[in-house]
């Protein structure tokens, strides 16, 4: 079991969406939380709402795009907790546009946030689990890194990087008979609002998930050392799918909505 009670945390993407919830889901368990994110507002906004409930966070701006940023706000986190025990990847972006459409800056940052980062920061805070032989490391990846999706080249590509991440690091640290634990995530959409607009043909099967009831089920699921999360149930026949010829699991996924998911499409406006 990974308690959080007194454990130091590392959480990216800190300021908002599921980010926030499980920074103030952690902090009330008794974690001491580095709060990553570049939105310096908002990190101040989640880190006086978990000091007010008598939780301990430290806001660190970072800008995961950025591998200098990454390293400076992994030598300012040391400082403030000490150590860290569980590192949560969670910072993402997404375009919600046409292969065509989006523009080569948008991909790679899309690559940068949602893939490349994972290197950088595991690579910052692995050396010490690894000597201390403890430490969890998660990834919060995507349904979109089991299935692609239309006008989610780039997001599916980059989660699918994600996924692939935390199963040859769960592979290395196998083969070094190490302790560190990896959980990989895997949600269908979110109500956060990173994805407003995108619709589901069949919500009794595939719902648009509620963002509290989420991270409660992330965080219950790193807390008992589960290596892996897909969320709603729905979602693991994808996996079956893979089975079957590529004409049919394309045509489950148009038949279940998945294809046209994001079609109405909104995001966040900032
Ligand atoms: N919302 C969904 O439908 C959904 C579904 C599946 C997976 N996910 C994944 O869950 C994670 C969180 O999603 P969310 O819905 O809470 O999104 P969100 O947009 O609410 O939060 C993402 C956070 O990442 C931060 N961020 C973005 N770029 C950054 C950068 N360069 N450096 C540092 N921080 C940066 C943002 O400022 C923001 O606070 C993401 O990885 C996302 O891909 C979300």
Known sequence: MTDFNGKGVVLTGAASGIGRLMAIGIASAGGRVALWDIDESGLENVRAEIVAAGGHAVPVRCNLSDRGSVKQAAAQTLQALGSVDVLI???????????????????????????????????????AMLERDCGHIVTIASAGGIAGTAKLVDYCSSKFAAVGFDDSLRAELKSRKSKVMTTVICPYYIDTGMFAGVSTRFPAILPIL????????????????????????????????????????????DFFGVTHSMDRFIGRKS
């Open 89 to 127: 990847n969670n910072a993402g972006v997404v375009s919600g546009k046409d292969l065509l459409e989006i523009s080569d800056e948008q991909i790679e940052l899309t690559f940068n946030v949602n893939a490349l980062a994972l290197f950088w920061t595991t690579r910052a805070f692995l050396p």
């Open 210 to 253: 509620d963002p509290d009831k989420s991270v409660r089920r992330i965080l219950a699921a790193v807390s008992k050392n589960r290596r892996r999360l897909i969320m709603p149930w729905f979602v693991y026949t994808t996996y079956l799918m893979r089975l079957a010829p590529v004409a049919l699991s394309d045509w489950a996924l």
